[in-house]
């Protein structure tokens, strides 16, 4: 279609839909890639709302014979979401449960439903799901269903195709056809219909009748034991029922459209066979191994008990959880340095019967004397070492640099019992190549996710990526295994079919695709037809290295390119608030894949790439997709590759206003420090004028600040001035220890109360403060990408207190996004680097600095009341990312009889200016309502809600009217 022409059809086109269709730039450039190596710019991108709209759509791509790829989470790892045509992303509108019974122990869902999100709401009922993928918090249905996906479980639950009994679907001539199980008797009535159904289900009968194909098929296709074989149209279920071998299996054409890769039809509704929910007692047992080979020649042994999951992990995998935060906790369980760790589960109905069966399985494992450590994890150390194992495919994407783990043969399954010979002959393949290949996953189903290290951005290793994976498919082939055991041909892989099944069978696999979708709308390229599986990447071969100058300094990801590039799709940005942590918050308010943390790496990525500007950053696209990051620094920490996107967000502010200037409101909020500096002079008339409704109204309306916001008011003096007053009026002759506390700008004239609070606390619990006349901390210059004058404050503040902070002289600060500066940004903004590195060490927020006190033994109970309090304590999303919520935690927790939860909030949604600014007031609101706002009204009156956050207190105050108080608050009125 010529451009004009297509923006003309697109306007009608979006005139006839319910749903939302947009073919802009932007969204078409983040919709050009999924968790895959590959990149197709679509032309379009459609939200349906209804069947009706999904017909349109199909009668719109027949017409203008173009096509339509459907898409639910994106995190598809062979290219199955992308495309040239027009992408339906069903994730914001099919995303209901429709119906539930429970005698049948079957569910109803549209493709959009999350997995995870479906067994909660079926966990009451004692049933669930049972196929478990690592993506399982943020991948739908739909996709499963389009994959044939497994994970974790499988060896227990078996896979999707198994579990899928019903699907409503839109044909290729826009005619609705339900497909489910059939008789031998309701199968030929089918072949009497003259329709496209019947036409349909006449080719599949004509194709595979014949007992020749039938035996050719049983010839040619992976082992039957391999349940995750997903290559190419599983033809080979179907020769297995009544209709074709006198089975008693009736025939079901869902298994044939379970893997289909939406390639044969558009599905609106699935019905799902449940299990009843897994014994609650369970152990694992992590075998650790000095090798690979050790670790898979225990496979079959431990595959004779009955596990209900069996995961490996090698070393790349593990060393990677090293420089994650979030994964740091989780690898306690971990001795020494191994090569290889086996996961290996089991679950009773009594934690004796448990006991009896890790007993069991750890006199199998160490008969062998192939492990050197067994260590038996229970309760929360079960799942933090699942987490870590789910972890695995993002943390690839953390290691540094252009090479990067390449998935193209990472998803071989063979039978259980030619595993080790499997992997000894590829690894000496792979050793052919120079190549140390990564393994992980499902030992347990024979098939480990193994991936070569490659940059594909150098034509030498595009030439390996087919290589190998031709070398791989033979392989494969040789053992008669699954080229593609649960992640799908996509275009990675559709290509060997024709090795895999044999070219006869694939003609077979061709005339059926003819039959569903004679005009080859649905999801072309993929299974038949392929794309090539070397064209069309992420990266065009030897480009020249687009060179991107920056203020801040990226030198650690080499550079803010590589730092987006960071992002490899794994949609871990799209998990909803009820599965835990903070990112993304503006994607869960808004639940549109353009506010995700991925969207916003994946748009700059493009744009930095190919943009012709002398600026590359000057794109109103750029300022679109990052207009609702609140700049939590929860994707630093959560996301699996440790993508920076406040960091990202912040250069783009600077590079973009460089171009297009600084407005107002962005200066009166960027220099707010100065302007409450001024208004403390008078801070009666100033807090009259923020107060009052008139006066608060007319200033609300002249800098667009959201009109239901309370303006914040000053204290009556700042701390700078009081502390003079208050600091060590106990003079002592021996302090515990001298510390350093940091007068953030909030602190100082908003919350000055806090600050005393702090300074009569610390001197009672008997240590020396010392305030220097410093700078403030550039908090409000770095959220709105004034980096110049940030990095004038933070040069300042290093001068001044690199000579002052060591290890026993720490910096200790009140409000996190303050004193968390010099642990993230000072060390990109500053060009004393060692003096930085050295004051970040010893800084600490004041709970983490008590915790330790605590942990020395130099501040005890004895010292606070014993009244009984319950505290409910929301923690600051920077406190989250870069420190630890546990330490305001275990200060809460000193006072012997003060009984704390921390409520598992995520982000509060203020995110300092972001909440005020008109604009955002509803993201902003919609965000506290998720979790924060409801936990706290549910609230016992006499419960304290805590805060340690200046902006999460005034979130909690305007959405729940109810006061927080800083931890530090609470302890001090505790005192004795």
Known sequence: MKLLQTDRLFKEL???????????????????????????????????????????LIEFAKKNKTSLIPRTAGTSLAGQCVGTGIVVDVSKYFNKILRLNQTDKTVTVQPGIVRDELNNYLKPFGLFFGPNTSTSNRCMIGGMVGNNSSGTTSIQYGVTRDKVLEMKTVLSDGSEVVFGELTKEEFHQKLAMNSLEGSIYKTIYNELVPETVQTNILREFPKPEIHRRNTGYAIDELINTNVFVGKPENFNMCKLLSGSEGTLAFTTEITLRLDVLPPKENMLIAAHFKSIQDCLNAVVTV???????????????????KHNKTQQENRRFIVGDPQAILMCEIKADSAHDAQVQANSLINSIERLGLSYANPILIAEEIDKAIELRKAGLGLLGNIIGDKKTAACIEDTAVALTDLADYIHEFTELMASYNQEAVYYAHAGAGELHLRPILNLKKKEDVVLFRKITTDVAHLVKKYKGSMSGEHGDGIVRAEFIPLMIGETNYQVLKRIKTAFDPNNIFNPGKIVDAFPMDKNLRYVPDRKEPEIETFLDFTESLGILREAEKCNGSGDCRKLPEFGGTMCPSYRATRNEKDTTRARANALREFLTNSEKKNKFNHHELKEVFDLCLSCKACASECPSSVDVASLKAEFQYQYQKENGISLRTKLFAYNNQLNRIGSKFPNFTNVMFSNKFTASLLKKSFGIAPKRKLPLLSNKSLSKMHQTTLNQNFKEKYIKTIYLFNDEFTNYLDTQIGLDALVLLQALNYKVIILNHEESGRAFLSKGLLKQAKEVATKNISIFKDKITAITPLVGIEPSAILTFKDEYLKLVDDKESAKRIAENTFLIEEFIQ???VLGNIKPEKFTKEA???????????????????????LNLP??????????GCCGMAGSFGYEKEHYNVSM?????????????ADPQTLISANGTSCRHQISDGTQKKAKHPITILKEALL
Do not use: W
Not at 16 to 45: C, K, N, W
Not at 930 to 938: E, G, H, W, Y
């Open 14 to 56: 979006k005139q006839q839909l319910e749903g939302d269709f947009h073919y802009d730039d932007l969204t078409t450039s983040i919709y050009a890639t999924d968790a895959s190596v590959y990149r197709m710019i679509p032309q379009a991108v459609a939200f349906p709302k209804t069947t009706q709209d999904i017909k349109v």
């Open 303 to 321: 595959m004779q008990h009955d596990l209900h999951t069996c995961e490996m992990m090698d070393k790349t995998i593990l060393d990677l959880t």
């Open 852 to 854: 330790q006190e605590i």
């Open 869 to 891: 309090k319950t505290i409910k304590f929301h923690g600051h999303c920077h406190q989250k990312a870069l420190s630890n919520q546990k330490a305001s935690f275990d200060v």
């Open 896 to 905: 012997e009889n003060y009984k704390v939860t921390i409520i598992p909030s």
């Open 926 to 938: 919609n965000i506290g309502e998720q979790t924060l706002f409801p936990a706290i009204r549910k």
